[in-house]
């Protein structure tokens, strides 16, 4: 029997580098983290209980996602968007989402469509339960899962990629409003249309969603030069 090639081991500072690099991702689609503040490393590691080193490679890792820009002897600034950035940005996600979507109506199979209803309920579950993060993570799931019944692996890593980018600041005060239920129902209804096989319907109805996303990201934000002062970071370590 061929003897299998042993597996390189996942070091300690590694995963605690993941970790890190998953909360503060966290902390900035809720608006913990505030743009253009600038946030030293060893103040965000007292904040976790850890050391300097692991934060700094995770703010590295969020630097070259274009979250975060270094500022040299101060620290990181959580990068700041236009909103002709998230014009931009939801321009182009329409471009690619709302045609992939019509295709993938006319060629995915009724198994592969039903296998996304579990993840689109997730969402809704989650924006009923004012869970943030859980609600972006399973809406991520979706999306990407569903452009990926396309067969396109690099139109999926693009849109990803914008996704990134283009992530929600003070997300809670849109959940209070309730905003983001409306916006989670919205999954369900276009598995229903892609499962009816009306392509046509489904396109209008990501383009629908789209908008939706981009009028919650409309939303103002307080200046933090002018506004009230930017919380405490409650930051934490988690599972992901």
Not at 54 to 66: N, S, Y
Not at 210 to 221: E, I, M, Q, T
């Amino acid at each position: 029997m061929t003897e299998s090639k042993p597996r390189p081991l996942i070091s300690v500072q590694e995963r605690l580098r993941d970790q890190v690099a998953h909360a503060l991702r966290a902390a900035l689609i809720s608006g913990e983290l505030r743009p253009g503040v600038v946030y030293s490393a060893p103040a965000l590691a007292a904040d976790f209980g850890v050391s300097a080193t692991p934060v700094r490679e995770a703010m590295l890792d969020l630097a070259r996602e274009g979250l975060v820009e270094a500022v040299r002897n101060k620290g990181f600034r959580v990068t700041e968007m236009t909103e002709r950035d998230l014009d931009d940005y939801t321009e182009i996600r329409a471009l690619i989402e709302v045609p992939t979507v019509g295709r993938v109506t006319s060629t995915a199979s009724s198994e592969q469509l039903e296998a996304l209803r579990p993840v689109a309920e997730e969402i809704v579950a989650a924006a009923r339960k004012h869970d943030l993060i859980g609600y972006l993570e399973a809406d991520r799931q979706f999306h990407l899962t569903l452009l990926g019944l396309a067969g396109n692996a690099h139109l999926v890593e693009v849109v990803g990629d914008l996704r990134k980018r283009s992530r929600l600041y003070g997300l809670t005060r849109l959940d209070q409003r309730g905003d983001l239920v409306s916006s989670a129902e919205e999954h369900l209804e276009l598995l229903d249309l892609m499962l009816s096989g009306d392509a046509a319907a489904a396109e209008d109805c990501m383009s629908r969603h789209l908008g939706h996303v981009r009028s919650l990201w409309a939303d103002p934000v307080a200046d933090p030069a002018t506004g009230p002062e930017p919380e405490k970071p409650a930051l934490r370590l988690g599972a992901r």
